[in-house]
Nanobody
């Protein structure tokens, strides 16, 4: 099994910044993709950003404000600048790839980001 742990969320005023981090542990052989998703109250979970073999992809709503990066071997970060109230959501990390015995597609428990106006 591959376990993910997110950190870095919290409360920030509009225009502020936060940096989320997600660390994966387990018998990881390869990582195919790493990404961040979010789910606001009453809405479906949506993609925020992904990084696959060094290529990044962003939702239109966060382009130019958020940056996804692979900080270490099994860690992915999301730098969020100029945060707005509409960015308030629970943010989830997702990583998929291969362990020694099977493919995995793991999700973190989620971390709250709240942006006040």
């Amino acid at each position: 099994q591959v376990h993910l742990v997110e950190s870095g969320g919290g409360l920030v005023q509009a225009g502020g910044s936060l940096r989320l981090s997600c660390a994966a542990s387990g018998n990881i052989i390869t990582i195919n993709a790493m990404g961040w998703y979010r789910q606001a109250p009453g809405k479906q979970r949506e993609l925020v950003a992904t990084i696959i073999s060094g290529d990044t992809n962003y939702a239109d709503a966060v382009k130019g404000r958020f940056t996804i990066s692979r900080d270490a071997k099994n860690t992915v970060a999301l730098q969020m600048n100029n945060l707005q109230p509409e960015d308030t959501a629970v943010y989830y990390c997702n990583i998929n790839g291969q362990t020694a015995s099977a493919r995995y597609d793991s999700w973190g428990p989620g971390i709250q980001v709240t942006v006040s106006s």
